[in-house]
């Protein structure tokens, strides 16, 4: 027999639900005899390896969840991290981090790392387009909820927590557009990240319900640098003809590299140039002048997700493994108008 790798495996090799293979590895007396002597087997000729950490958790005796994040250095993570964190210490759980630095595969290293370490469950700021190794996870019963980062299609299968990001991309444009501005310039993101291309449709759909048709030329896609790359291209196109009045930065550090190259020309902000960004990290109230920004309630997308997360643990417990229907929690976000549009 091949390697087998999940629970849900073993019951279909036994005819069993997963609920009972559970229970039989579980030591629960709850079983038949015969049906727990045919898991046994099916177990011991597949060379299936229970997962300890599912097993830990539904003993009820673990307190200790994981929080995946890119990096420190993208402003907008310690916020969320605060967030789930105050939640977390609330209900007597310890917080782990885990940086991925954005290398593919880090949640499955993470996770495979993880597994024997009595972790109660993950949050997931840090996936970058191949969710496989995170379906798996759920598949095996261990609670995981994904904040920010996550595609249209894994909605009803994975718990998720953000803000509307089409609308946010709309709304922006769409408040230059009333402030007189014509020739709207859009930073984009990293196309692999579904929230930046929500953003990019939200900047189009907002331009063209205002009779202006986007304009190839002033739809700026991420340097291979990263975002300090938009140093160079703001520089350049702001010298050539048909330059852009307003810039929709998709992110708030985006738009600080954007403002920095705009002083560096003499580009008075906004009477030439207005600038809105995304995010309203702290910093952006303090740039000269200060940022117009969307402000994602960065700190309460920390707190649900840590209360998702904690409904998935307290639902596993109360049904023998099984984890809850997956949510797709959309949180608030205001339009923080400041000096510089």
């Known amino acids: 027999m091949e390697q087998i790798t999940s629970i849900k495996e073993i019951a279909q090799i036994c005819g069993v639900s997963a609920s009972t293979v559970s229970r039989v590895l579980n030591g629960k007396s709850y079983v038949r005899e015969g049906t727990r002597k045919r898991v046994l087997e099916a177990v011991k000729q597949s060379g299936f390896r229970p997962n300890l950490l599912a097993r830990s958790l539904k003993q009820g005796n673990l307190q200790t969840i994981c929080l995946m994040v890119p990096s420190y250095g993208n402003l907008i993570f310690p916020e969320i991290m605060r967030g789930v964190n105050t939640v977390a210490r609330e209900h007597g759980y310890t917080t782990v981090f885990s940086i991925t630095e954005e290398h593919p595969g ?59 990001n089409y609308r946010a991309g709309y709304v922006s444009t769409q408040y230059l557009v009333r402030s007189g501005r014509q020739r709207i310039a859009i930073a984009c993101g990293d196309p692999s990240l579904d929230l930046y291309n929500e953003r990019y449709r939200g900047y189009c759909d907002a331009l063209r319900d205002a009779g202006i048709e986007p304009d190839p030329a002033l739809i700026l896609q991420e340097p291979a640098e990263g975002q300090d790359g938009y ?83 307290e639902y596993k417990r109360e049904h023998d493994g099984e984890l809850p229907p997956p949510e797709n929690r959309i949180l608030p976000f205001d339009l923080l108008v400041r000096q510089s549009t």
């Open 231 to 313: 140093y160079n291209i703001i520089k350049r196109i702001m010298l050539e003809p048909g330059a852009p009045d307003a810039i929709f930065a998709t992110s708030d550090p985006k738009a600080f590299v954007i403002m920095r190259a705009l002083h560096d020309l003499k580009i008075c902000i906004p009477r030439d140039v207005a600038v809105i960004g995304i995010d309203n990290v702290e910093l952006s109230a303090y740039m000269e002048p200060p940022l117009t920004t969307v402000a994602q309630p960065l700190t309460r997308m920390g707190e649900e997700a840590m209360r998702i997360l904690l409904r998935q643990i």
């Open 106 to 164: 880090a949640e499955e290293a993470t996770y495979n790392e993880m597994r024997n370490r009595q972790i109660s469950g993950f949050i997931i700021c840090s996936a970058i387009g191949d969710e496989s190794a995170i379906y798996r996870m759920r598949e095996e019963g261990v609670p995981v909820v994904l904040v920010n980062r996550f595609k249209k299609e894994d909605i009803g299968h994975l718990d998720t927590v953000s803000v509307d």
